[in-house]
Every structure is written in structure tokens, then in C-alpha cells.
């Protein structure tokens, strides 16, 4: 692959790269594997690149998505510069899309990791994320069932994209019954009136693995779910899952920065944020058990699978059953279930 991967690049025009002189390359090297692409550092003439494949042979526009998707926010400087897309599936099997490298660490992987600092920057980040302006070209992108409200948000992500895959192929009785004894809970629990959601960018995964930071800068990585969502909902889901849980310092830490960014009501925002806390802890539970469904059915593409390190998947959804514990979502009578006992 890296001897292919050296072909295609020194065959390039070097202008399509920003380049002036002909591509030499330096070195090739294999970065972070998500579970739809495989990546790899390029190094060239003094800069580095991702050369970023498409797992997902079936998803012809997948790459597509993702490179018109970074080309419509290149000029808020949110995420890495595309330069190629590849979709011809001449020289390589799948399609491709060729995109800057940004300099730094994950944020997990940092000094400043779950620390005071690190919410400031976040709201910042987020802040700069959702004061984008919904004009133009963004009008177009696909828009999350968070919009439709939380009724819509619980039936169709929920159920249709976690809960009738779970129901299908787990085949413990008692972890199928607290999962849906809790959804029905769940949507007894939600309000009736009719939910008017504020419509702002989302990169579609805000995670830990996601957010680089170099000499204090944060920006994001991975945009193939660019698409629009609602703003209290996104936030619920970035309070509730980025590492742990915000505490309710962290919490101001962030809106400090955020709201230099954004202007709206603090306190109506938190009220929306705070119902939809729930059903996003819910949807995420759902998610580490149907993520493990996916790799034990083979499911994944095949080097994902053989690297996928299950203990961990493992030790997540353990840590998600806890979580909506904690909460009050999940009854505390199943504090000492076996979850894993259950999905192995």
C-alpha cells in the first residue's frame, strides 16, 4: 500500500497539493484507523498530508461528502485544507480524498487533558463552531433527527439506528429487558410540548479523538458527518460524553468562552441542555453495545476488526452502564449486572 501510495504522489502535478517543485516523498506512515477509513502521514517537500481511504467500498460518496464538506468550512479555518478527491477508483480500490495534516496531539493525549484549560479552550472551539453563519451551501447539508425534537430525536435514532439492531441480535433476555424497560421510561419521561430546535454546524463526531491542540490551538479533524443539528443537543452530548461528564465548573468554564462567541440565553439553553442529557447518555449506551455487535459480526472492515482492541469496547460499555446508572436513567437494581458476561 505505502509503495502504491509513493507512486500516486510523485505522479501528482505538485500544484494540486500547493506544491512548486516536483513531490519527493520522505516518509509514509500509518495514522489512527476509524472504523470507515484508513489513514496515512505522507510527508513531502516540507509538508505533511493525509491520505485518507475509504473503508466503506459500498459509500461511493462517502469520500465525496467528506471533501465537499471540508471545501464549504475551509474558509473558517475549523479543520485541515482538502486538496484531492479521488473517486475514480483507478489506482486504488476505493476512493480517496487527500487533505492537510494538522500539526499536535489529540487532546486525550495531552498535559492539559480533563484540566482547567481545556474547557476554556473547548467553549471556544464550540463557540466558534456554532456561530457560523447557516447560509449558502450549509443550507444543503443533511440534518440530524435532533432537529425533529426530542420525540423525533428518541424514535428514530434511538430505535431504528440502535434499538431494532439490538433487539435483533443480542440474546440475553435481561439485557434486552433493562434496555427497553429504560427506553419506555425514557419517552414516558420526555416533555409534550413541541420542541423548537436552534439549527448550528456540527462536524459530527466532537470527541476526544477529534480535537487536536497545537501550541494551545484547538481544531477539529474528521469531517465526513458535517451536517446540521440542534444547538442544546449537541452540547448535551458533548457535556456527557468528552472523557467524563462536565462538572458544573467545567461546565461554566466553558460557556465563559462559548458565549464570547455566541449570543443567547444562558439559562434557557441549559433548561433545553438538560433534558436532552438523558436521551443522549441513553443513545451513547446504546451506541458502545451496538459497536461491539458490529466487530464480533464481522461488520466493520476487515483491518478494523483485527485491530479493534475489545477489552477496551468492552470496558467502555461497562462504563456507560454505570453511567446512566449514576444518572437515574438505568434502575440501580441492575448495579451489579454482568454486561459483559451478557454481550460476549
Not at 493525549?109 to 471556544?124: D, N, W
Not at 459530527?204 to 497545537?214: M, S, T
Request: some cysteine.
Amino acid at each position: 500500500m505505502k509503495q502504491k501510495i509513493k507512486n500516486y504522489f510523485e505522479n501528482l502535478n505538485p500544484k494540486r497539493l500547493g506544491l512548486e517543485n516536483k513531490i519527493r516523498i520522505t516518509s509514509i506512515s500509518q495514522l489512527g484507523m476509524g472504523t470507515s477509513n484508513l489513514n496515512y502521514l505522507v510527508k513531502a517537500n516540507g509538508k505533511s498530508f493525509v491520505f485518507r481511504l475509504n473503508m466503506k467500498i459500498k459509500l461511493r460518496n462517502k469520500s465525496k461528502q467528506e471533501f465537499e464538506a471540508l471545501k464549504i468550512v475551509e474558509k473558517h479555518k475549523i479543520g485541515p485544507k482538502a486538496w484531492i478527491l479521488d473517486d475514480t477508483r483507478r489506482e486504488f480500490d476505493n476512493d480517496f480524498i487527500i487533505i492537510d495534516y494538522i500539526e499536535g496531539k489529540i487532546i486525550d493525549e495531552t498535559r492539559e487533558y480533563l484540566k482547567t484549560e481545556m474547557f476554556s479552550h473547548l467553549g471556544e472551539l464550540c463557540g466558534k463552531l456554532h456561530s457560523i453563519k447557516i447560509v449558502g451551501n450549509l443550507k444543503k447539508l443533511k440534518k440530524e433527527a435532533t432537529i425533529q425534537g426530542y420525540k423525533g430525536y428518541s424514535r428514530l435514532i434511538i430505535k431504528e439506528e440502535y434499538l431494532d439492531y439490538i433487539n435483533s441480535n443480542v440474546k440475553s433476555k435481561q439485557l434486552l429487558g433493562i434496555i427497553n424497560e429504560t427506553y419506555k421510561k425514557l419517552n414516558e419521561n420526555l416533555p409534550n410540548n413541541k420542541y423548537k430546535p436552534e439549527i448550528v454546524l456540527t462536524q459530527g463526531d466532537f470527541c476526544e479523538q477529534n480535537v487536536i491542540v497545537h501550541n494551545k490551538e484547538y481544531k477539529l479533524i474528521d469531517f465526513e458527518d458535517l451536517r446540521l443539528t440542534d444547538r442544546a443537543g449537541h452540547l448535551a452530548h458533548i457535556f456527557i460524553d468528552f472523557g467524563r461528564p462536565f462538572e458544573n465548573y467545567q461546565m461554566e468554564l466553558f460557556f465563559e468562552e462559548y458565549l464570547k462567541k455566541v449570543r443567547i440565553n444562558k439559562e434557557i439553553l441549559m433548561e433545553k441542555i438538560n433534558i436532552w442529557v438523558p436521551i443522549k447518555l441513553f443513545a451513547i449506551f446504546l451506541w458502545s453495545i451496538n459497536h461491539i455487535l458490529r466487530i464480533k459480526n464481522r461488520e466493520m472492515h476487515s483491518k478494523f476488526v483485527e485491530q479493534s482492541n475489545m477489552e477496551r469496547n468492552f470496558s467502555y460499555v461497562r462504563i456507560m452502564l454505570k453511567r446512566n446508572i449514576r444518572f437515574g436513567l438505568i434502575d440501580s437494581k441492575y448495579s451489579n449486572f454482568d454486561i459483559v458476561k451478557a454481550l460476549k
